[in-house]
């Protein structure tokens, strides 16, 4: 069965930086794309990134753009998400997800990770 165990969040503050994983099992993992969701208290989920099959293609969301690195490493069939200058609206659960991540509004499903949390405080 589909499997993605997360690991790497933690408290930070303002202006540091955090990388989380996302160990994949049960499918083959080169075959899609994934993502990474977050949902901050109080707030919907929102979809924060997504990387292609062979990890030539990423994609953005704006409050991210230019702090956040995806990336993955097929041979070791993990995810990752590099979060630099990170600040205090980044605050929230972070899921990584198999596939696009275009339905990330709608929450967790059977492809998504049990979620990480991510606190940047002063």
């Known amino acids: 069965q589909v499997q993605l165990v997360q690991s790497g969040g933690g408290l930070v503050h303002p202006g540091e930086s955090l990388r989380l994983s996302c160990a994949a099992s049960?499918?083959?993992?080169?075959?899609?794309?994934m993502s990474w969701i977050r949902q901050a208290p109080g707030k919907g989920f929102e979809w924060v990134s997504a990387?292609?099959?062979?990890?030539?293609?990423?994609r953005y969301a704006d409050s991210v753009q230019g702090r956040f690195t995806i990336s993955r490493d097929n041979a070791k069939e993990e995810l990752y998400l590099e979060m630099n200058d990170l600040k205090p609206d980044d605050t929230a659960r972070y899921y990584c997800?198999?596939?696009?991540?275009?339905?990330?509004?709608?929450?967790?499903?059977?492809?998504w990770g049990q979620g990480t949390q991510v606190t940047v405080s002063p």
């Open positions: 049960g499918f083959t993992f080169d075959l899609y794309f």
């Open positions: 990387i292609s099959q062979d990890g030539r293609i990423t």
């Open positions: 997800a198999r596939g696009s991540g275009y339905d990330a509004q709608n929450g967790p499903s059977a492809y």
